[in-house]
C-alpha cells in the first residue's frame, strides 16, 4: 500500500487507530480541504465520517465558539444550565419529528446511543413495566463502540472479541436490498417480509418483554448508505406500536439533513419514540450528540421518579452547544437542505456515469449526499472479494495518495466479507469539487485493483 506520510517527529505516543501506518498531521482546515504538515491538500468527500457538514474554519462557527469561550467554556450541568444548551434544545425541538419535547445532549454519537437505550429502559419501570428487558436491533448495523452501542449493533467483527461483555440483543435481517431482495419480488413486498421477520422474533421473545426496537433510518458506516425500502419502516412503527414497543432510530451518521431533509425518518413518514442524531450536529468543530424524546417518556418520567437516571461529566457543555447551535444556524439560513438535495442529485448522478458499466461496481445506492458504491469481483453473481486482499483499506490508501479522503469499509455483507466506499461531503461542495471528486476516486479505485495480489 501506498505510504500515507512520513512518521511525525519525535515519533508519536498516542495509541492510534492503526499502529501499522503512520499519519499525515493535520495543520488546517479551509472549505472542504484538510491541509497537511507538508502542505498537501485533501478533499474531505466523506467528511471525516460524514461529520464536517459546513467544512472546515467556518467564520461564523469560530466566531460563536470565540464567544462563548470569552462567557464561559463550561459549568457541570448538576449545578447550572447554560443559555447555549437551552436555545440548542429549543432549536432542535422546534425542528424536530412531531411530539418531540425534550433534548439531552452527550458528547457523542455511541454516548447517545447508550443514553436511549437506558432512558428507554428507566421509562417502561416508570410506568410499571419492569419486566421488559430485551432490545432487538439488526444485524450489520452500527451504533457505537461503548458496551450498550456495541451490543445492539450487529457488526459480526466488531463484536465478535467483546461478546462475553455485551447484553444479549436479538438480531433481525437489515434492509439490504442489493443482496437480499429476491428477484421475483417487489420492493414493498421484501419490506412486508422483514417486518414479519421482526414480529416474529417479538413473538419469540414475548411482545411484553421487548424495550424497543433499534435501528438506522439509513444504513451507515457498516453497509453503506442502505436505503430503507418503501413501507418498511412505516410497518416497523406500526409494530411496535401494536406492542407498546418502543422504536429507537439512530441517526448519528444520516441525520441533520445528510440525507437532504433535517431528519432522515422525515423521507419515510414516521416518527420514531427516541431519536439519535451527533455527526452533523456539531458538524465537527465540537464532540456533541444528542438524543430528542418524545413527551411521553419524558412526562412518565417527570411524573415518576423525577430524574433520568444517567449521566456524564461533559453533557450539556456550553462550547459544544454554541458550535452546533451555530451549525444549526447556518444550516437553516443558507437553505442548505436544498443544497444538499440539488448536490445529492449531481453526486448520484455523476457515480451512476462513472461506475454504472463498471466490471466491480455492483451497487450504487444512498440518499442526499450520503452515497456509497458497494464493489464486487463478479457483478453477475455479486461475488465479492476475497476478505485477505483488504480491497477497502487499497482504495482509501490509493485515495490519500490523490489527495481525497473517503470512508471505505470491508465487511459490507456480513462482517468479513464485502467492500463498499462511502462519500459524504460537506453541505458546501460545488459541482466543480463533485467533479474533482469523482476524477479522484476513480483513478484510486482503478489503481487499488490493478495492485490486488493476484493469488489472493
Not at 210 to 215: E, G, R
Not at 261 to 282: F, I, N
Not at 385 to 390: A, G, N, Q
Amino acid at each position: 500500500l501506498p505510504t500515507l506520510s512520513t512518521q511525525p517527529t519525535p515519533p508519536s505516543r498516542i495509541l492510534h487507530r492503526q499502529m501499522v501506518h503512520a499519519l499525515p498531521v493535520a495543520v488546517g482546515g479551509e472549505g472542504i480541504e484538510l491541509i497537511d504538515a507538508q502542505g498537501k491538500r485533501y478533499i474531505d468527500a466523506s467528511g471525516g465520517a460524514a461529520v464536517s457538514c459546513l467544512g472546515h474554519n467556518h467564520p461564523e462557527v469560530l466566531a460563536a465558539m470565540h464567544a462563548q469561550l470569552d462567557r464561559l467554556a463550561y459549568a457541570h450541568t448538576s449545578f447550572f444550565t447554560t443559555e447555549a444548551a437551552e436555545q440548542l434544545a429549543e432549536l432542535l425541538v422546534q425542528g424536530a419529528p412531531a411530539g418531540t419535547s425534550h433534548a439531552y445532549f452527550v458528547s457523542g454519537g455511541s454516548e447517545a446511543v447508550e443514553a436511549a437505550l437506558k432512558l428507554a429502559r428507566q421509562y417502561f419501570v416508570e410506568i410499571g413495566q419492569p419486566r421488559r428487558r430485551h432490545f432487538i436491533a439488526r444485524r450489520q448495523s452500527y451504533h457505537g463502540n461503548t458496551l450498550g452501542a456495541l451490543a445492539v449493533g450487529g457488526n459480526a467483527w466488531r463484536r465478535a472479541q467483546f461478546a462475553p461483555l455485551l447484553i444479549d440483543v436479538a438480531h433481525v435481517a437489515p434492509c439490504y436490498e442489493y443482496r437480499d431482495r429476491q428477484a421475483d419480488e417487489s420492493a414493498e413486498a421484501y419490506g412486508q417480509r422483514l417486518v414479519a421477520e421482526l414480529a416474529a422474533a417479538i413473538d419469540r421473545l414475548g411482545g411484553d418483554s421487548v424495550i424497543a426496537f433499534v435501528a438506522e433510518t439509513v444504513g451507515g458506516a457498516t453497509q453503506g448508505a442502505t436505503v430503507p425500502v418503501p413501507g418498511y419502516l412505516r410497518g416497523v412503527r406500526e409494530l411496535c406500536t401494536r406492542h407498546g414497543i418502543l422504536l429507537i432510530l439512530d441517526e448519528v451518521m444520516c441525520g441533520m439533513g445528510r440525507c437532504g431533509t433535517l431528519h432522515a425518518c422525515e423521507a419515510e413518514g414516521v416518527v420514531p419514540d427516541l431519536l439519535v442524531v451527533a455527526k452533523g450536529l456539531g458538524g465537527g468543530y465540537q464532540p456533541i450528540g444528542a438524543v430528542l424524546a418524545q413527551a411521553h417518556l419524558v412526562d412518565a418520567i417527570a411524573q415518576g421518579s423525577g430524574a433520568f437516571q444517567h449521566g456524564h461529566t461533559y453533557i450539556g457543555h456550553a462550547m459544544a452547544c454554541a458550535a452546533a447551535l451555530a451549525v444549526q444556524r447556518v444550516l437553516q439560513r443558507d437553505e442548505l437542505l436544498a443544497r444538499v438535495q440539488r448536490q445529492g442529485l449531481g453526486l448520484s448522478e455523476r457515480l451512476h456515469a462513472a461506475f454504472d458499466a463498471h466490471r466491480h461496481v455492483g451497487d450504487i445506492r444512498g440518499r442526499g449526499l450520503f452515497q456509497a458504491i458497494e464493489l464486487v469481483a463478479d457483478r453477475s453473481t455479486q461475488q465479492p472479494f476475497d476478505p485477505r486482499s483488504k480491497l477497502h483499506a487499497r482504495i482509501k490508501a490509493h485515495a490519500m495518495a490523490e489527495g481525497l479522503m473517503i470512508y471505505p469499509m470491508g465487511g459490507t455483507i456480513d462482517g468479513v466479507h464485502g467492500d463498499h466506499v462511502l462519500l459524504a461531503p460537506p453541505f458546501i461542495v460545488d459541482d466543480a469539487q463533485l467533479d474533482q471528486i469523482l476524477l479522484r476516486l476513480t483513478r484510486a479505485l482503478d489503481t487499488a485493483l490493478a495492485d490486488l495480489p493476484r493469488a489472493v
